[in-house]
């Protein structure tokens, strides 16, 4: 068990650990990162030394789905600078959600698209977190519900958002939320698709997220914008 390989005091080796669920996938997932110029150390949970005696390094391995939340919390537990990444087969919402509470960084499906799996490693790096935005509708559609159930509801806080976006940029946060594409957002205000890439990359360099699902996660989580209204 990894629990018995890890010193009893904190370290801080500031690793980017990689969980792929399927062992198949991770000489693959290898092999592209380093033809991106990304190396990546394959270890295992059992071997003490391939996990104690690197520092900022990229370390991958094989877990399995269900072993994942477990793992990457002993991990956290003894060194909280790690960066985790997950590779699944397939998530849900509550998957999703026990794996950032524990403290994982970066979420994706095992046939992520190439770059932006590498894309993902590089944001995880440097302190993002980034979620697979194939959960967008998914994720706004739950946190509606919780929120529609929640006794604790509050309504929205839109002062800090407003004052940081401007007006188009704000109307265009809102259809973010709603799930819009880039085209549906032009449709719907009558604006180019160059027009609308603009305005979303000045919301997410506001925002300081990398993209459009970590802006709706970010609003959403700190009650920027009422997901009530926006989702039917």
């Not at 939340?69 to 397939?90: F, G």
């Not at 519900?145 to 929205?156: A, C, E, G, Q, V």
């Not at 594409?181 to 698709?193: R, T, V």
Request: net charge neutral; charged share 25%; aromatic share 8%.
């Amino acid at each position: 068990m990894l629990a018995k390989l890890i010193p009893n005091h904190p370290r801080n080796n500031n690793n980017t650990v990689i969980f792929v669920e399927n062992s198949l996938f991770v000489a693959g997932i290898r092999t592209i990162l380093e033809f991106n110029k990304i190396n990546a150390i394959k270890f295992n949970l059992e071997d003490n030394s391939s996990f104690q005696e690197v520092s900022n390094s990229i370390l991958i391995t094989q877990v399995s789905g269900g072993e994942m939340v477990k793992h990457a919390r002993n991990i956290m537990l003894h060194d909280d600078s790690s960066k985790i990444i997950t590779i699944k087969n397939s998530l849900d919402f509550y998957e999703i959600d026990r794996l950032l509470n524990v403290g994982v960084k970066g979420i994706c499906l095992t046939d992520v698209d190439e770059a932006y799996l590498v894309n993902t490693v590089k944001q995880v790096q440097s302190g993002q977190f980034m979620v697979d935005n194939r959960f967008t509708n998914e994720l706004i559609k739950e946190y509606k519900y919780l929120k529609d159930n929640s006794i604790h509801f509050m309504p929205p806080n839109d002062s800090h958002i407003k004052e940081l976006l401007t007006n188009r940029e704000y109307e265009i946060l809102h259809l973010l939320v709603k799930g819009y594409s880039n085209i549906q957002i032009g449709k719907e205000l009558f604006i180019s698709n160059k027009t609308v890439k603009n305005h979303v990359a000045n919301i997410l360099m506001k925002l300081d997220v990398p993209d459009r699902l970590n802006a709706v996660i970010k609003v959403i989580k700190n009650n920027w914008i009422s997901i009530k209204q926006e989702v039917n």
